[in-house]
C-alpha cells in the first residue's frame, strides 16, 4: 500500500492595479507566511504612487509574493524578491512565469545575503519578516548600513502590533516616520532613509 503524500495547501491573492490588476497569484499556506492584508496593501501603494513607477524594490522575504508582484504591475522597473524556502521559491517562479513577469528577479536566498545580490541603488523596501522568527531588528541594522539605499528610499514595515514601534524598535536617526497604522493585530509603518 503506497504512503499517502502530504497535500499541499494553496490560497491565492489578488493583484490590485496595474498591468496585472485582478490576475490571482497563488501561494502555499505555511505557518510563517502571512500575506499583507489586502487593506493594508491598498494603503501602502497609495503611499508610494508617486515613487513606484521605474522604482528598483526589494521584497526581503517575498512569501506569497503579494507585495513583489503588486509593485512590479504598478510599474516598477525592477523588483528583487528574497525566499529561503524552496516550496515557496518553486510557488513564486511559477507565478513569474504566468504573468511573463521580465521585471522580477526570485532568489533563492537569505535576506540577509541581499547586498550580494542587487547591483543597483534601491528606492523601495518591503520588510516584512514572519513575525515568530524575531529578524526584524537584525534586518532593520544591515539595511541602515547598506550603501545601496538612494536618498529618500522608502522603508515599509509590518510588525505584530504594538503601541509604540519607535520604542520598541532601534531606529536610524536618519530614517523618518512617514506613516503608521494598524489593522487588527498588524502595526505597519512606512519610513524613509535620509542620506546624512
Not at 80 to 108: G, H, P, R, V, W
Not at 140 to 164: A, F, G, H, M, V
Request: net charge positive.
Amino acid at each position: 500500500m503506497q504512503k499517502q503524500r502530504n497535500k499541499v495547501k494553496k490560497s491565492n491573492i489578488k493583484l490590485i492595479a496595474g498591468t496585472w490588476r485582478g490576475r490571482k497569484i497563488n501561494f502555499i499556506e505555511k505557518n510563517n507566511l502571512r500575506p499583507t492584508k489586502g487593506i493594508i496593501k491598498e494603503t501602502l501603494f497609495n503611499l508610494l504612487r508617486n515613487y513606484i513607477q521605474g522604482s528598483i524594490c526589494l521584497d526581503m522575504f517575498a512569501g506569497s509574493g503579494s507585495l513583489g508582484f503588486e509593485a512590479a504591475s504598478r510599474g516598477a522597473k525592477y523588483v528583487y524578491m528574497f525566499e529561503n524556502d524552496k516550496e515557496t521559491i518553486d510557488c513564486l517562479i511559477n507565478q513569474k512565469n504566468a504573468l511573463s513577469a521580465k521585471n522580477i528577479n526570485i532568489l533563492y536566498a537569505d535576506a540577509n545575503s541581499f547586498e550580494d545580490h542587487v547591483h543597483d541603488m534601491v528606492d523601495i523596501i518591503f520588510l516584512d519578516p514572519p513575525f515568530s522568527e524575531n529578524l526584524l531588528q537584525n534586518m532593520i541594522n544591515k539595511i541602515s548600513s547598506s550603501i545601496i539605499l538612494k536618498d529618500k528610499c522608502k522603508i515599509y514595515i509590518e510588525i505584530p502590533y504594538t503601541k509604540d514601534f519607535l520604542k520598541d524598535y532601534k531606529i536610524p536617526d536618519n530614517w523618518t516616520l512617514q506613516k503608521k497604522g494598524k489593522s487588527g493585530d498588524v502595526s505597519y509603518l512606512l519610513l524613509q532613509h535620509n542620506m546624512i
